[in-house]
């Protein structure tokens, strides 16, 4: 079944430490984003992709970096956590319809 | 431009209706909604294009008013499963913006 995934579910680590947030997709969708997400409230756009070697700052200023070097890969990748970025991200992609697919988010807490 | 919803939050007995509205200061080309339950992922319910039509989904159903750039989604003799936060998703009608600029969200709640 054509689906997005996030990995990790969870995770906890130390400030100042580099992280990254592996989002893949199945589906073959040129556009991906990156959503950051505090529990119950707005999503904020971070970053998109419209297709490989594309890639754009959303609306939300964000100290992440993304890269899209396969079509179905667009990781988030952080070079020093602090406790500020802890959030929910979640990533999704789409073509132009019927919708927006979301993969189950990574739950970052930074300690 | 961020859409905006209301109401903010709004408590259904089962079997009660509801309406979220949805609006926007732009010119819009398309309006998606989506439903988040409590610790999983925005899941896609529905679609409306500018043309002014109205789309189903179960007992929930939605309008896009394009004249007043507003859309509303109508939840329908409500189920316990109905209850999560909905948000509205706006297409400016701008060139060439393939994102989504999501409202705040309606929590809503169906208590038994």
């Known amino acids: 079944e054509a689906d997005i995934y996030q990995t990790p579910r969870y995770l906890v680590i130390g400030t100042g430490k580099k992280i990254t947030l592996e989002c893949s997709q199945t589906?073959?969708?040129?556009?991906m984003y990156w959503y950051q997400q505090d529990p119950g409230m707005e999503l904020h756009l971070i970053h998109y992709?419209?297709?490989?070697?594309?890639?754009e700052k959303g609306d939300l200023s964000s100290e992440s970096t993304v890269s899209r070097i396969r079509t179905e890969h667009f990781p988030l990748t952080l070079e020093s956590a602090r406790p500020s970025h802890t959030s929910q991200y979640l990533c999704a992609s789409s073509e132009d319809s019927p919708g927006y697919t979301f993969g189950s988010g990574t739950r970052l807490t930074v300690v | 431009q961020q859409p905006v919803q209301s109401p903010q939050a709004v408590i259904l007995r089962e079997g009660e209706d509801a309406v979220i509205n949805c609006s926007s200061s732009k010119a819009l080309y398309s309006v998606h909604w989506y439903r988040q339950k409590h610790g999983e992922a925005p899941v896609f319910l529905m679609i409306?294009?500018?043309?002014?039509e109205q789309k189903g989904h179960e007992k929930i159903s939605a309008s896009f008013n394009e004249k007043k750039q507003q859309s509303s989604l109508y939840l329908t003799a409500s189920q316990l499963s109905y209850s999560g936060t909905y948000f509205c998703g706006t297409f400016d009608s701008g060139a060439g913006s393939y994102q989504l600029t999501f409202g705040k969200g309606t929590k809503l709640s169906v208590i038994p």
């Open positions: 589906m073959g969708h040129d556009k």
């Open positions: 992709s419209y297709g490989v070697n594309s890639t």
């Open positions: 409306l294009l500018k043309g002014g």
